[in-house]
């Protein structure tokens, strides 16, 4: 029913860079944190960054260096900026929230955009 909404997911070569883009829907009245996370096929799914309200912040280490998250907490969005991406990136990535909705905590995520890094 509530889900948040990811994009800027494509196609690049390898040392290319890509921005991602989630936001999450008014019903959630407060986002303490978000975060994105990956999955590739046949792997689990991982923790990519994650950002909290008072934006702190913490990586991945295989994206550490590259990946930058940072938020827009007037508009509840999340970005993801990657550069220098790599083949082994290619996962659809995640977006999830932790936030209040309906006088209850919870985590919410949305369908996830593709990203595919060529060589």
């Known amino acids: 029913q509530v889900q948040l909404v990811e994009s800027g997911g494509g196609l690049v070569q390898a040392g290319g860079s890509l921005r991602l883009s989630c936001a999450a829907p008014?019903?959630?009245?407060?986002?303490?944190?978000m975060g994105w996370y990956r999955q590739a096929p046949g792997k689990q799914r991982e923790l990519v960054a994650r950002?909290?309200?008072?934006?702190?912040?913490n990586y991945a280490d295989f994206v550490k260096g590259r990946f930058t998250i940072s938020r827009d907490n007037a508009k509840n969005t999340v970005y993801l900026q990657m550069n220098s991406l790599k083949p082994e990136d290619t996962a659809v990535y995640y977006c999830?929230?932790?936030?209040?909705?309906?006088?209850?905590?919870?985590?919410?995520w949305g369908h996830g955009t593709q990203v595919t890094v060529s060589s």
């Open positions: 008014g019903s959630i009245n407060v986002i303490n944190a």
């Open positions: 950002i909290t309200s008072g934006s702190s912040t």
């Open positions: 999830n929230a932790e936030g209040w909705r309906g006088g209850s905590y919870g985590a919410f």
